[in-house]
Protein backbone atom coordinates (compact mmCIF):
# COMPACT_ATOMS: atom_id res chain seq x y z
CA UNK A 1 0.00 0.00 0.00
CA UNK A 2 1.02 3.46 -0.87
CA UNK A 3 2.71 5.68 1.82
CA UNK A 4 -0.16 7.43 3.59
CA UNK A 5 -0.07 10.85 4.80
CA UNK A 6 -2.30 12.05 7.67
CA UNK A 7 -1.97 15.21 9.36
CA UNK A 8 0.50 16.06 11.69
CA UNK A 9 2.04 19.09 13.46
CA UNK A 10 4.88 19.25 10.53
CA UNK A 11 2.48 21.25 8.31
CA UNK A 12 1.10 24.51 9.14
CA UNK A 13 -1.62 25.98 7.29
CA UNK A 14 -1.88 29.65 7.30
CA UNK A 15 -5.26 31.16 7.49
CA UNK A 16 -6.10 31.96 3.83
CA UNK A 17 -8.75 31.41 1.72
CA UNK A 18 -9.94 28.47 0.98
CA UNK A 19 -9.74 27.20 4.83
CA UNK A 20 -7.73 24.65 3.84
CA UNK A 21 -4.77 24.62 1.93
CA UNK A 22 -3.52 23.01 -1.57
CA UNK A 23 -2.08 20.40 -0.16
CA UNK A 24 -4.21 19.94 2.79
CA UNK A 25 -6.71 19.48 0.00
CA UNK A 26 -4.62 16.83 -1.75
CA UNK A 27 -4.04 15.14 1.33
CA UNK A 28 -7.78 14.84 1.90
CA UNK A 29 -8.45 13.90 -1.57
CA UNK A 30 -5.86 10.93 -1.52
CA UNK A 31 -7.19 10.11 2.22
CA UNK A 32 -11.02 10.23 0.59
CA UNK A 33 -9.99 8.01 -2.34
CA UNK A 34 -8.38 5.02 -0.36
CA UNK A 35 -11.61 5.16 2.37
CA UNK A 36 -13.52 2.96 0.12
CA UNK A 37 -10.87 0.40 -0.23
CA UNK A 38 -10.18 0.51 3.64
CA UNK A 39 -13.81 -0.18 4.25
CA UNK A 40 -13.53 -3.09 2.19
CA UNK A 41 -10.57 -4.82 3.61
CA UNK A 42 -12.67 -3.88 7.32
CA UNK A 43 -15.01 -6.26 6.13
CA UNK A 44 -12.71 -9.39 6.17
CA UNK A 45 -11.70 -8.84 9.36
CA UNK A 46 -15.20 -8.78 10.54
CA UNK A 47 -16.03 -12.30 11.63
CA UNK A 48 -12.99 -14.81 12.45
CA UNK A 49 -11.28 -17.56 10.48
CA UNK A 50 -12.79 -20.94 11.53
CA UNK A 51 -9.66 -22.19 12.98
CA UNK A 52 -8.20 -19.14 14.33
CA UNK A 53 -7.65 -20.62 17.71
CA UNK A 54 -9.80 -18.04 19.28
CA UNK A 55 -12.68 -20.58 20.41
CA UNK A 56 -12.56 -22.37 23.54
CA UNK A 57 -13.60 -26.05 23.59
CA UNK A 58 -16.99 -26.42 25.15
CA UNK A 59 -18.17 -23.07 24.96
CA UNK A 60 -21.36 -22.07 23.90
CA UNK A 61 -21.19 -18.51 22.56
CA UNK A 62 -24.52 -17.72 20.72
CA UNK A 63 -24.41 -15.64 17.29
CA UNK A 64 -21.56 -15.44 15.30
CA UNK A 65 -18.34 -13.98 17.07
CA UNK A 66 -17.45 -10.50 15.34
CA UNK A 67 -14.43 -8.30 15.40
CA UNK A 68 -16.25 -5.30 17.48
CA UNK A 69 -13.14 -2.97 16.58
CA UNK A 70 -13.27 -3.50 12.82
CA UNK A 71 -17.31 -2.91 13.44
CA UNK A 72 -16.82 0.18 15.01
CA UNK A 73 -14.48 1.18 12.98
CA UNK A 74 -16.47 0.49 9.70
CA UNK A 75 -19.56 2.06 11.22
CA UNK A 76 -17.43 5.70 11.91
CA UNK A 77 -15.86 5.61 7.95
CA UNK A 78 -19.14 5.50 6.80
CA UNK A 79 -20.94 7.86 9.44
CA UNK A 80 -18.44 10.46 9.10
CA UNK A 81 -18.63 10.17 5.13
CA UNK A 82 -22.31 11.02 5.68
CA UNK A 83 -22.28 13.71 8.05
CA UNK A 84 -19.70 15.81 5.64
CA UNK A 85 -22.03 14.86 2.77
CA UNK A 86 -25.29 16.30 4.43
CA UNK A 87 -23.34 19.23 5.22
CA UNK A 88 -22.59 19.40 1.30
CA UNK A 89 -26.06 18.31 0.30
CA UNK A 90 -27.91 21.20 2.69
CA UNK A 91 -24.97 24.15 1.25
CA UNK A 92 -25.11 23.51 -2.36
CA UNK A 93 -28.94 22.40 -2.52
CA UNK A 94 -27.59 18.94 -4.32
CA UNK A 95 -29.01 15.58 -4.89
CA UNK A 96 -27.77 13.22 -1.81
CA UNK A 97 -25.64 10.28 -3.06
CA UNK A 98 -26.32 6.73 -2.30
CA UNK A 99 -25.33 5.92 1.29
CA UNK A 100 -22.50 3.25 0.49
CA UNK A 101 -18.58 4.31 1.68
CA UNK A 102 -17.65 4.14 -1.99
CA UNK A 103 -20.36 6.37 -3.36
CA UNK A 104 -20.04 9.10 -0.05
CA UNK A 105 -16.22 8.92 -1.16
CA UNK A 106 -16.67 9.74 -4.38
CA UNK A 107 -19.65 12.40 -3.55
CA UNK A 108 -16.68 14.05 -1.07
CA UNK A 109 -14.27 14.18 -3.62
CA UNK A 110 -16.12 16.24 -6.08
CA UNK A 111 -17.19 18.90 -3.99
CA UNK A 112 -13.96 19.09 -2.32
CA UNK A 113 -12.94 22.32 -3.72
CA UNK A 114 -16.28 23.60 -1.82
CA UNK A 115 -15.80 21.83 1.45
CA UNK A 116 -12.12 23.22 1.76
CA UNK A 117 -13.32 26.44 1.31
CA UNK A 118 -16.10 25.96 3.90
CA UNK A 119 -16.03 27.30 7.94
CA UNK A 120 -16.12 23.60 8.80
CA UNK A 121 -13.10 22.73 6.46
CA UNK A 122 -10.61 21.97 9.49
CA UNK A 123 -13.16 19.68 11.03
CA UNK A 124 -14.09 17.61 7.94
CA UNK A 125 -10.33 17.24 7.39
CA UNK A 126 -9.33 16.10 10.89
CA UNK A 127 -12.78 13.44 11.43
CA UNK A 128 -11.43 11.92 7.79
CA UNK A 129 -7.86 11.47 9.14
CA UNK A 130 -8.91 10.09 12.41
CA UNK A 131 -11.09 7.53 10.73
CA UNK A 132 -8.67 6.75 8.08
CA UNK A 133 -6.05 6.68 10.99
CA UNK A 134 -8.40 4.39 13.29
CA UNK A 135 -9.30 1.67 10.49
CA UNK A 136 -5.49 1.33 9.63
CA UNK A 137 -4.92 0.75 12.81
CA UNK A 138 -6.94 -2.20 12.92
CA UNK A 139 -6.16 -3.66 9.60
CA UNK A 140 -2.44 -3.49 10.37
CA UNK A 141 -1.28 -2.74 14.05
CA UNK A 142 2.01 -3.09 13.82
CA UNK A 143 2.23 -0.45 10.70
CA UNK A 144 0.72 2.40 12.54
CA UNK A 145 1.58 1.92 16.24
CA UNK A 146 3.72 4.28 15.54
CA UNK A 147 1.57 6.59 14.39
CA UNK A 148 1.04 10.07 16.64
CA UNK A 149 -2.75 9.90 17.85
CA UNK A 150 -3.38 13.70 18.15
CA UNK A 151 -4.64 16.00 14.69
CA UNK A 152 -2.20 18.23 15.59
CA UNK A 153 -2.47 21.66 14.18
CA UNK A 154 -3.22 21.99 10.57
Not at 18 to 44: K, N, S
Not at 53 to 73: F, H, K, M, S
Amino acid sequence: MQEIEFRSAHHLCVETDPALCEPCQERLDRQLALLPRVYGELEATLVPAPDSGDRETGTARPGIPLNGPAVEARAAVRGTLASWADLIVEGRTVRLPLRTVPALAAFLRRHLGWLAAHPAADDAAADIDTVLRQALRILRPHSFSAVPTGSGAR
